[in-house]
């Protein structure tokens, strides 16, 4: 692993922790060329997947870009990091045992609804007011009558 800091090749890993549900690890590294300190995830993925987008482009898939979506959405909410980690491999795990490469950018918003429903309904709401393009309140009033029929 090469130090983001100063590009050497000889870091040495200080400590090392499997993630609770044992879908990553967790490396604390040392460079001693620069003394500089960083951290790496290492977590398994099972195939390339790409998401198709609603004009038929192509992207790769992005964990980050899911995770920092569900963080937005639970911005100032009370959920642990934890559990929006949970979350999201529980999102990209169902992606990937589905067997598929090519991904709709539309199932994807839709598991990240499903998850936010049940994880919190502020954080369901605002991420439905983006996904769903919102343009007026009637829109809201008719998702929060949906989430109160349930």
């Given at each position: 692993m090469h130090c983001p800091f100063c590009g050497s090749d000889k870091t040495d890993v200080k400590d090392t922790r499997t993630?609770?549900?044992?879908?990553?690890t967790r490396r604390s590294r040392y460079c001693p060329e620069c003394l500089s300190c960083?951290?790496?995830?290492?977590?398994?993925?099972?195939?390339?997947?790409?998401?198709?987008?609603?004009?038929?482009?192509?992207?790769?898939?992005?964990?980050?870009?899911?995770?920092?979506?569900?963080?937005?959405?639970?911005?100032?909410?009370?959920?642990?990091?934890?559990?929006?980690?949970k979350v999201v491999t529980g999102i990209i795990r169902q992606l990937e045992t589905s067997g598929e490469n090519e991904i709709e950018a539309k199932d994807i918003g839709e598991m990240?609804?499903?998850?936010?429903?049940?994880?919190?309904?502020?954080?369901?709401?605002?991420?439905?007011?983006?996904?769903?393009n919102f343009?007026?309140?009637?829109?809201?009033?008719?998702l929060i009558g949906k989430i109160e029929g349930t």
């Open positions: 993630s609770e549900d044992g879908t990553s960083f951290t790496t995830v290492e977590r398994v993925y099972l195939r390339e997947m790409h998401v198709k987008k609603k004009e038929g482009r192509l992207e790769p898939f992005d964990r980050e870009k899911l995770t920092r979506s569900i963080r937005l959405a639970l911005h100032k909410r009370p959920v642990s990091d934890e559990r929006i980690e990240v609804m499903d998850a936010l429903l049940e994880l919190d309904s502020v954080a369901y709401v605002r991420f439905a007011s983006i996904y769903k343009h007026e309140a009637k829109d809201f009033e008719k």
